[in-house]
């Protein structure tokens, strides 16, 4: 069984990397996550995965692998991150409605010999959404912590009437990617 680090503090990614069999440990690197100006979401997020990776793999204790991975929402060619209140995540899951977005997830992988990276974007469709609804969830709770507002594992999986792409990886981390990219190592 392998055995690596993730380098992430998303209790998704634990649930999601553990499904896949691997004997991991878990570090909680620090990094900036802010974009950088002009940035495409894209590029942010792959930088931010390999980032997250080399920046646990600078902690690791053994000389293991480090898994990181990032995920953003995209609407519109604009970044959607987490809501900064409540005014924001009504705003967001607003401008969500009755429309399709992105999800990208990029996973890295990096060793001792380098990094290396994937990038997974899945394209999902939300039905049309009351504004007695959107109160509704974030009332749940649910909303506060997850990029775009919403999470699709979750009771905002209510909202989610077509996916084209990778479930999980709208989740946080891309199974098959992620197994490939390791097995790759």
């Known amino acids: 069984m392998t055995q690596?680090?993730?380098?992430?503090?998303?209790?998704?990614?634990?649930?999601?990397?553990?499904?896949l069999g691997y004997e991991f440990e878990v570090l909680t690197p620090?990094?900036?996550?802010?974009?950088?100006?002009?940035?495409a979401p894209q590029d942010l997020v792959e930088r931010l995965a390999r980032e997250k990776a080399e920046a646990g793999l600078a902690l690791a204790k053994a000389p293991l692998s480090v898994l990181g991975s990032d995920?953003?929402?995209?609407?519109?060619?604009r970044i959607l991150g987490k809501p900064?209140?409540?005014?924001?995540?009504l705003a967001t899951l607003a401008a969500l409605s009755d429309r399709e977005h992105q999800v990208m997830t990029a996973v890295a992988l990096a060793t001792a010999q380098g990094t290396r990276a994937t990038l997974v974007t899945t394209q999902v469709r939300f039905c049309a959404l009351t504004a007695e609804q959107i109160q509704a969830?974030?009332?749940?709770?649910?909303?506060?912590?997850k990029a775009g507002s919403y999470g699709i594992q979750g009771l905002?999986?209510?909202?989610?009437?077509?996916?084209?792409?990778?479930y999980s990886a709208v989740v946080g981390?891309?199974?098959?990617e992620t197994r490939e990219l390791i097995e790759s190592n």
């Open 137 to 145: 969830y974030w009332n749940s709770g649910e909303p506060a912590d």
């Open 173 to 176: 981390l891309p199974l098959v």
């Open 71 to 77: 995920t953003i929402v995209v609407l519109d060619n």
């Open 84 to 89: 900064r209140d409540r005014a924001d995540a």
């Open 156 to 166: 905002g999986g209510n909202f989610v009437r077509a996916i084209q792409g990778s």
């Open 30 to 39: 620090e990094i900036d996550e802010t974009p950088w100006p002009g940035e």
């Open 4 to 19: 690596l680090y993730l380098a992430s503090s998303s209790p998704r990614r634990r649930q999601l990397l553990a499904q």
